[in-house]
């Protein structure tokens, strides 16, 4: 279904909690509104929208329906004038408890290289795919063990740095929010004592593995076949040749960031593994040490896969100095922070050629004690800053997000949950309930509080994400696609051929296509999802 209708009113198809603030939004005309108990079909609670509000990127007319005083719990739709009704949604005391597995056992269905069993990915069970030795690009007597990891997305490549990042979204989130993990997905591995999310996460690491140069430390940047295979392709079919690219810097510097952290969130459960990760971070660290120059990669000849480049490598250098002196204590680490924080890179964001933010966050988490009190101080001034604009831009913005009208490009929607986690580390540093209110908002929008009236996780809400640019969904012959997968959502530049034909005009929030064609805005990936499972951990802690 790409031709899409709103229905004017739109809310979060999964929920809301009990307590704090619940709005709906009605686009176009809105004055009265009720809120209906599906169940007994009684009128639970009247109320009048809010003032009308052009909103830029949606281009619609907004209006605000705030049912806060309703609390109690149950399942309900609104109603406004002109017999428009809302999706139903629940209001309860942790409303967000299934998505939050839902979107954690994605990893699962992206696992590469293992077969998914009817028991774990039940319609959705494949083959082992990928199991065969890759080729060293430039070095073809050298092949290697290439098997494991997740698929990075749509397709089924594997790339170093966004692999690093999703898991440093899951490891993340496990630190704040341990509570949120406790009850099992449940996986293959579920053993009732390491918390599931790490059992996934140790499926990217152990891959991660392999992708580290013997002997120099440095880290291939991807291993892919030559070309994306068609889109009807199972996993499994896809048997042409994996090639390792060449060594790169940002994947080097990505990988001892993230290898540094699972030392530390491994140590209690498997003292041997996190001596492993601990090993194979300092290893990567000397060739950065080595390389203190390194250009950014671009594709090889013949490959023409994902490149995720990157010309700045100082932002993953800065991740990974800060993460080992988190985790070891080791005054070189420390002084490579301090001196690396100089450079001119982004301190405060997120996502796959923007680690800065986590170095920041690994900074701040060592506490004051261990850390440098004027750099110390002067990262959490400026990570709090940062979070006070967003929440300023809210509160401009007709559906309360963060994204100005030019943050809508490719993979939008990691924006929206990479700038709900900036929020919430805010929260974390300063107990100020009002970031983490913003934060919510971001999830109502994911959830289906957008202009399209959707829901841009496969499987959740009332009015999903169907059609989703990800092979094994448009190839396994089941009408529904894998669940629990983020969208990338609308992207302005129309960056597809299908998009080109059917969305010109539009306003940037409504460059959306749920087509399986559309892979500049309705792909998926692990680094879309990873920090879907942060935001929602934060509200079933
Ligand atoms: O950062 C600029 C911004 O300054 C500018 O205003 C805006 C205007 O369009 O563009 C921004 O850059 C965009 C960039 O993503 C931001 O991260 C580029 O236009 C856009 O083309 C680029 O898209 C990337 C896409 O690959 C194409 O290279 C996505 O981020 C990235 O997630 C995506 O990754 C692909 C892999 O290559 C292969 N696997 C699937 C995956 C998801 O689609
Ligand atoms: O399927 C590919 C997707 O995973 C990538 O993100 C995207 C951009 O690199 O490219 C997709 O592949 C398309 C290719 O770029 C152009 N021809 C159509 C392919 C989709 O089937
Ligand atoms: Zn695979």
Redesign the pocket.
């Known amino acids: 279904m790409s031709v899409h209708n709103p229905r004017h009113i739109a809310v979060n198809q999964v929920g809301y909690p009990v307590e704090g603030t619940k709005i709906a939004l009605f686009s176009g005309a809105g004055h009265d509104f009720r809120v209906i108990n599906e169940k007994t079909g009684a009128v639970a609670y009247t109320g009048q929208c809010g003032a009308a509000y052009l909103d830029k990127p949606s281009g619609a007319s907004v209006h605000a329906a705030d049912f806060s005083e309703l609390k109690t719990a149950g399942s309900y739709r609104i109603e406004g004038d002109n017999g428009a009704t809302s999706a139903s949604f629940v209001i309860a005391d942790k409303p967000y408890g299934e998505l939050q597995q839902g979107l954690l056992k994605a990893f699962y269905y992206f696992r590469c290289g293992v077969e998914l069993t009817p028991e774990y990915a039940g319609p959705w069970a494949h083959g082992a795919c990928h199991t065969a030795e890759g080729t060293v690009f430039g070095h073809p007597e050298l092949r290697l063990d290439s098997c494991g990891g997740w698929h990075d ?3 089924y ?1 594997k790339y170093s740095g966004p692999g690093a990042k999703a898991v440093a979204d899951l490891l993340l989130a496990y630190e704040l929010y341990p509570a949120a993990f406790a009850a099992p997905v449940p996986l293959p591995e579920s053993d009732g004592t390491t918390p599931d999310v790490l059992l996934e996460c140790k499926i990217e690491l152990d891959w991660l593995f392999k992708m580290q140069e013997v002997g120099t430390g440095g880290v291939y940047h991807k291993l892919t076949t030559l070309n ?1 295979p ?2 009807d392709v199972m996993p499994e079919d896809d048997t042409d040749e994996l090639y390792f690219s060449p060594v790169s810097a940002a994947a080097t510097g990505d990988f001892a960031g993230v290898m540094a952290m699972a030392a530390r969130v491994y140590a209690p459960f498997d003292p041997a593994y996190a001596q492993k990760c601990q090993a194979a971070a300092s290893a990567a660290w000397g060739w950065l040490e080595q390389h203190p120059k390194a250009p950014g990669f671009t594709n090889p000849p013949g490959i ?3 490149e995720y480049g990157d010309e700045c490598d100082q932002d993953e250098r800065f991740w990974a100095a800060a993460e080992l002196y988190r985790t070891t204590g080791k005054e070189g680490y420390h002084q490579a922070v301090q001196s690396l924080v100089q450079r001119p890179f982004p301190k405060y964001r997120f996502g796959w050629a923007d680690m800065g933010g986590y170095g920041t966050l690994a900074y701040l988490l060592t506490g004051k004690e261990r850390t440098q009190p004027a750099l110390h101080a002067s990262l959490k001034q400026g990570l709090l800053a940062e979070a006070d604009r967003l929440v300023r831009q809210s509160r401009e913005d007709g559906y309360r997000i963060s994204l100005l009208e030019e943050d809508y490009i490719w993979g939008s929607n990691m924006l929206v949950l990479n700038n709900a986690m900036l929020l919430l580390a805010a929260e974390h540093f300063s107990g100020d309930a009002a970031f983490a209110a913003c934060a919510l908002d971001h999830l109502h929008y994911l959830m289906g509080r957008n202009v399209l009236d959707i829901s841009y996780v496969t499987g959740f809400g009332d009015r999903p994400v169907m059609h989703p ?1 990800h ?1 094994p969904s448009v190839g396994d012959g089941v009408a529904d696609p894998v669940p629990g997968l983020v969208s990338g959502g609308p992207d302005r530049g129309l960056h ?1 051929e299908y998009v080109v034909e059917h969305l010109q005009g539009k306003p940037a929030a409504q460059c959306f296509a749920d087509h399986d ?1 559309s ?2 805005t309705n ?1 998926v990936t692990i680094y879309w999802n990873s920090p879907a499972v942060f935001v929602a951990a934060r509200f079933n802690a």
Request: aromatic share 12%; charged share 25%.
């Open positions: 997305a749509g397709d490549g994306f068609g889109l023409t896969t994902g640019h092979r597809d064609l892979y500049s792909e």
